[in-house]
């Protein structure tokens, strides 16, 4: 696994927030079921046919983990125009600006699309940061980035974002 690097800005996000806990593998369930229900009840619709939206790429991203409790905040969001007003249906979030090893999932169909992304994210943390030159950052946000590569429907790909202290 040869990640690419790649600093970005802060990234203002608008979208929907779910709390969840790596305990026990929940999070591979609760995040998935949060995708679901976001494309099947209407709020996808709803968000992308809002004037606030910078684009449609969409941003599956995890806040840093509460010590006390093991919880972090994962939000299904976009990105938010510059000085664009958001209204109070949608949660807002801020990722703070942040050097990253980004990783592609192999392309995979619609029914293993999920099971993809999830292997990307086991490999990271069990393969790559052993071994890694860097570090993970504690305090930054990891996130899945979901682009038109995602529309394909044979062939669909997204990128994982780890932020890191050093290379």
Request: glycine residues 8%; contains cysteine.
């Amino acid at each position: 696994m040869e990640p690419k690097m790649v600093r970005l800005s802060a990234i203002k996000l608008a979208g929907y927030v779910i709390n969840t806990t790596g305990r026990d593998g929940e999070n591979f369930k609760a995040i998935p079921q949060f995708w679901a229900d976001y494309v099947s009840d209407g709020r996808m619709e709803k968000l992308h046919g809002e004037g606030f939206i910078k684009s449609h790429t969409e941003y599956g991203a995890c806040f840093p983990e509460d010590p006390a409790t093991g919880e972090f905040e994962y939000i299904i969001g976009v990105e938010v125009k510059d000085g664009a007003a958001v209204p109070p249906a949608y949660q807002v979030r801020e990722m703070p600006p942040a050097l990253f090893a980004v990783f592609s999932t192999p392309p995979a169909d619609g029914a293993g699309f999920s099971a993809a992304i999830q292997g990307v994210w086991r490999d990271v943390f069990a393969e790559w940061l052993p071994g890694a030159a860097c570090q993970p950052d504690p305090k930054g946000v990891s996130f899945e980035l979901y682009d038109e590569r995602c529309m394909s429907e044979t062939a669909k790909v997204c990128d994982i974002y780890i932020p890191v202290l050093n290379l």
